[in-house]
């Protein structure tokens, strides 16, 4: 099939890559005119694994094509992927989605025949209905059909989601776009992959209230460590113990700090807010939103515990700044809220992260960004693991720090208390 993809953020080169793939043509889009000269040359904007492999194979057989050319590009389509972003209000309230009304506007000038126009983004419930109303103000209602088909890649594992996905989720009641789209994603449900049918306002919806029951389920174990650190329980005795329940399911029960990324945060607010224009009061989604906001906060006091109040001039090491671990993406990663706190108080702080330097803090004082793990602890006071790496998972912390009453804060609670205990490190971690 000939596959358009507008916007070649995260959602639109891992699906238009993948497409590509499968065997169709796929022409990535985008206003970017640097961004579409690098990835001809091989050049990938997110640091994703395996994607780079893909563009590179996929390009050279040409059945992916990146192309600053909506016109030519959407013209020569049957089926075109809307992926651009939408972030969260100036105000804080709901989405933005002025950039996909803006794609909307622009494409309904390119359509001469049927076309099946798709979100990938995530967007608020009606926004299939506005975008239909705004391109059937120029093309006939035989030529278009609006179908909502969310996306529910995980950053570090895009490739991986994109091929065994746990459902595909198509919003529309047209049979003609159904089926061509049943066709498109034939070699994932031939291995399995379940195809769900549904309206288009169920589908806009099935994105936010998976992203905010996941964001809840994060928030609830969160809050359970806090409690098992007053109880002397262990969280990932709780963790495995209610996870067993099949109703409960093992998976996104890490306690950790604050959830970050690209999606969550701005999810769960965005769906608050759809709750309100609606009259209905979303109050679990709501508190969950405050508890996650003050977690960094929770988590700095815990610091300062840890350190006795005494943070002046400490040397504290970061390992891993990201959101998360196999990403390079520092959208909402509670280090930009910790770090530049930590410096307010007199801190010093190293960091190391696989995915190199951050633009976010080259301007802080105090601030320093060494380039490996070595590095980084030898000199430190306090090392903080903040994100969950293979990298940061066996390393050899006595033999690499020098100042011998070092401690270790582990966020991500990749390593054995008793075992730390038993090589006499000072050791913390979270919910225990
Ligand atoms: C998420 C959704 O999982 C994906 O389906 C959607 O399309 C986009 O948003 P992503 O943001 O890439 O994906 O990361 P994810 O792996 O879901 O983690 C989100 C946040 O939750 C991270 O900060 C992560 O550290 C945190 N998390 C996740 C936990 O703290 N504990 C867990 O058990 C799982």
Known sequence: MKICMIGTGYVGLVSGTCFSDLG???????SDLKKIADLKKGIIPIYEPGLEELVIKNYNNKRLKFSSNLKDSVSKSDIVFIC???PTKKNGKGADLSQIFNVAKKIRNFISRFKIIITKSTVTVTTGD????????????????VVSNPEFLREGEAIRDFYKPDRIIIGTNDKKSNNLLKNLYSPLTSRGAKYINTSRRAAELIKYASNAFLATKITFINEMANLCEKIYVNIEDISIGIGLDKRIGGRFLRAGPAYGGSCFPKDTKAIASTGDKFQTNLSVIKSVIKSNENRSSLLLKRVFNILKGKVKNKKICFLGVTF????DDMRDSSSLFMIPSLIKKGAKINYFDPTGEKQDFK???????????????KDSDLIIIHTEWNDFKSINFKKEVKNKNFIIFDMRNIYSSIKMKNKKIK???IGS
Not at 24 to 30: A, E, G, H, Q
């Open 427 to 429: 050791y913390f971690s």
């Open 324 to 327: 998360k671990a196999n990403t």
């Open 24 to 30: 169709n043509d796929v022409i990535c889009v985008d």
């Open 84 to 86: 651009v972003g939408t």
């Open 363 to 377: 301007k802080l004082k105090n601030v320093n960004f060494s380039n490996n793990i070595s590095a980084a602890i």
């Open 130 to 145: 506005e975008i239909e109303k705004i391109i059937s103000k120029k093309v006939p209602k035989k030529f278009f059909s």
